[in-house]
C-alpha cells in the first residue's frame, strides 16, 4: 500500500471530492473486521494533536499493557520533535518493555496508510475531529476521539454512520462515562430515590481572561502547516495573539467554553435525565462580556433545552466572582453552586444530585442532608483497548453517538446564540417571561455580570433565538438558518461527505 500524501491527495481533490475516501490514491475503503483479527497482540497507536491534551493521550496509552504508541502526528514541527523525543526516551520505564519505533507525521493521511496502525487518538482542534475520524475509520482504524467529538451537528451524524459502516469501535473522551461513582449515582436518582426528576443544571464558571486583540494579522510560524491546521475552515490569516488553545474562543474552529469544557457537564446532565436524542427546542442568552477581544465566542450564557418531562439548564461563566477578584485572584474566586462552580446537580422533587468531578456523586434532601455518596471510576483508554480486543462495541463506555448527541446539545445552544440579536435587559425579562428556570437563571447571569462592572444597558445581552428542532431528523423547523449552521462550507480537500 503506498503512502496517501498530501500532494497526491490535493491533486486528485478537485476531480474526485464526490468520492467517499482519500481521492487521489489507490487505497480502497475497508471495514474494521475486514483486518486479520489479533485479540492478544500488540495494539499499535497513533496519536493525533500532541501539544496539550495529546500529550494524556500518548501516557495514557503508552502506559496500558500490550500497546504501543508507534506514530505522532502534529502540523508544528516543533512540537513534533518534542514529543517523538520524549516519548522515544520514555518508553521503556513507562511500559517496561521496548516498544516499536516511533515515526512522526505532519499529515494524519501519511499514518493512516500504514497498515499496522490498529488506533488513531485524535486530541486536534475541534473542526478537524469529524473528517479526521471519519478518514480512520474509512482507513479500517479504531478511534479515541477528544470532545466535542464534532465541531456541528452535521458533522457528529456523519462520524455515527462512519462508525457504523466500517465496524470501527469510536469512543468519546468524555470519561466521566467510565465513573461508577456518577454511573450509580444516576441510577440512583433514574430509579426515583429522590422522587421525580425537575431538571438538570450544568455549569461551567471558569476563569477566561481576554485573548487580545490584534491590529493587523499575524505571521504564521514557519514550523506550522497552516493548510492542515486551518482544514476544512477557510484558509484565512491568524487573527489571534497566540497560535495555539485560543482557538477555543473562535467560532470558526472552537465551540467556546460550552463546547470545551461544558461538553464534559452537558454530557452528564444528558446522561441523568436518560434521553437518547437531541432536544425539542432551545434557546440562549449571552454574550463576550468584560473585554474586547478577538474572540467571537461568549464567555456568559445561559441556556434551556427542553425535554419532556424535563429540561436542561446550562450556564457558562468566563469572569471570576467580582472586580476585587478580577485584581487579586482571577482563576481561584470563581461563583459556585451545590456542585461547584464546574458541575452538575441533578434538582429532583425531594433532593437533589450533585455530580462536582468525574469520579463521584452525592444524593442530599430536600434539607440538604446527605442520603447517600458513590465514587470511584476506571480507565477510558482501557476501557476502549478492552472493546477492541473483544470487538464488542457494547462495552464502550462512551461510543460516538453518545459524544454526537452530547456535543450537538452544545451546538445547538451556540446556533441560538449565532441566531440571536443584542437587546436590553428588559426586553430579555419581558421575551422570557413565565420561564421560571430560564427567568431566574438570567437574574443570576445579571447580577454576576453586575459585580464584575458589566452594565448590560451599555453591554446589552444577545438574546438567542428560540428554535425548536425534530429529533428523529436533527433538522430544525421552520428556521432555513438555523440548519444552515448545522454544518459550514467545507474547504476542499477536507469535506465531510454527506454520504457515507
Known amino acids: 500500500m503506498p503512502p496517501l500524501t498530501r500532494r497526491a491527495f490535493t491533486r486528485a481533490a478537485t476531480a474526485a471530492a464526490a468520492l467517499p475516501f482519500f481521492p487521489g490514491c489507490n487505497l480502497t475503503s475497508r471495514t474494521r473486521a475486514s483486518r486479520s483479527p489479533n485479540p492478544n497482540g500488540v495494539l499499535r497507536v497513533a496519536v493525533a494533536g500532541i501539544r496539550s491534551r495529546g500529550g494524556s493521550h500518548i501516557s495514557g496509552f503508552q502506559a496500558l499493557p500490550g500497546v504501543d504508541v508507534v506514530a505522532l502526528v502534529d502540523v508544528d514541527s516543533k512540537v513534533l520533535a518534542r514529543q517523538k523525543a520524549e516519548l522515544e526516551k520514555n518508553k521503556v520505564s513507562k511500559n517496561g518493555w521496548e516498544g516499536g519505533d516511533v515515526q512522526g507525521y505532519a499529515d494524519l493521511r501519511d499514518a493512516l496508510a500504514r497498515e499496522d496502525i490498529d488506533v488513531v487518538s485524535l486530541a486536534t482542534p475541534n473542526h478537524l475531529h469529524a473528517i479526521q475520524t471519519i478518514w480512520s ?4 482504524k479504531d478511534v479515541y476521539v477528544e470532545k466535542p467529538v464534532c465541531h456541528n451537528i452535521f458533522e457528529g451524524r456523519q462520524m455515527v454512520r462512519a462508525a457504523e459502516k466500517y465496524g470501527c469501535l469510536v469512543q468519546t473522551g468524555t470519561q466521566s462515562r467510565s465513573s461508577s461513582g456518577i454511573r450509580d449515582g444516576i441510577a440512583f436518582v433514574q430509579g426515583g430515590g429522590l422522587g421525580k426528576i425537575r431538571y438538570a443544571h450544568g455549569t461551567c464558571f471558569k476563569p477566561r481572561k481576554s485573548i487580545g486583540k490584534l491590529s493587523e494579522p499575524q505571521t504564521v510560524p514557519e514550523h506550522v ?15 489571534r495573539r497566540q497560535l495555539h488553545y485560543d482557538w477555543h474562543w473562535q467560532f470558526q474552529t472552537g465551540n467556546g467554553d460550552l463546547g470545551n469544557q461544558g461538553i464534559h457537564q452537558m454530557d452528564m446532565c444528558r446522561w441523568a435525565l436518560g434521553v437518547e436524542e437531541l432536544a425539542s427546542s432551545v434557546r440562549s442568552i449571552g454574550g463576550r462580556f468584560g473585554y474586547d477581544d478577538d474572540g467571537d465566542t461568549p464567555n456568559s450564557m445561559v441556556t434551556l433545552l427542553d425535554y419532556d418531562p424535563a429540561p436542561i439548564l446550562f450556564e457558562v461563566r468566563g469572569l471570576p466572582r467580582d472586580l476585587e477578584a478580577q485584581g487579586k485572584n482571577w482563576g481561584g474566586s470563581m461563583d459556585r453552586i451545590p456542585s461547584g462552580s464546574v ?13 462536582p468531578n468525574y469520579n463521584e456523586s452525592t444524593a442530599f ?16 483508554f482501557a476501557n476502549l483497548v478492552e472493546a477492541i480486543r473483544k470487538r464488542d462495541a457494547s462495552l464502550l463506555a462512551a461510543p460516538i453517538l453518545q459524544g454526537h448527541l452530547s456535543s450537538s446539545l452544545c451546538h445547538m445552544a451556540n446556533i441560538s446564540y449565532a441566531l440571536g440579536e443584542s437587546q436590553s435587559p428588559e426586553h430579555v425579562r419581558e421575551a422570557i417571561a413565565g420561564e421560571e428556570i430560564i427567568s431566574s437563571s438570567f437574574e443570576r447571569l445579571a447580577t454576576h455580570l453586575d459585580k464584575n462592572g458589566v452594565d448590560l444597558a ?3 445581552p444577545v438574546l438567542g433565538a428560540a428554535l425548536d428542532l425534530d429529533p428523529s ?5 421552520n428556521s432555513d438558518a438555523a440548519n444552515r449552521l448545522r454544518t459550514r462550507d467545507y474547504r476542499a480537500p477536507f469535506i465531510v461527505p454527506e454520504k457515507i
Open 225 to 239: 502547516d497552516w493548510d492542515l491546521y486551518t482544514g476544512p475552515a477557510p484558509l484565512g490569516p491568524l487573527s
Open 343 to 355: 458541575g452538575v446537580t441533578v434538582m429532583c422533587e425531594n433532593g437533589y444530585l450533585v455530580i
Open 137 to 140: 475509520c474509512q482507513a479500517g
Open 458 to 460: 451599555q453591554h446589552p
Open 365 to 380: 434532601d430536600s434539607d440538604g442532608k446527605q442520603v447517600d455518596k458513590w465514587k470511584g471510576s476506571s480507565n477510558h
Open 473 to 477: 431528523s436533527e433538522r430544525f423547523l
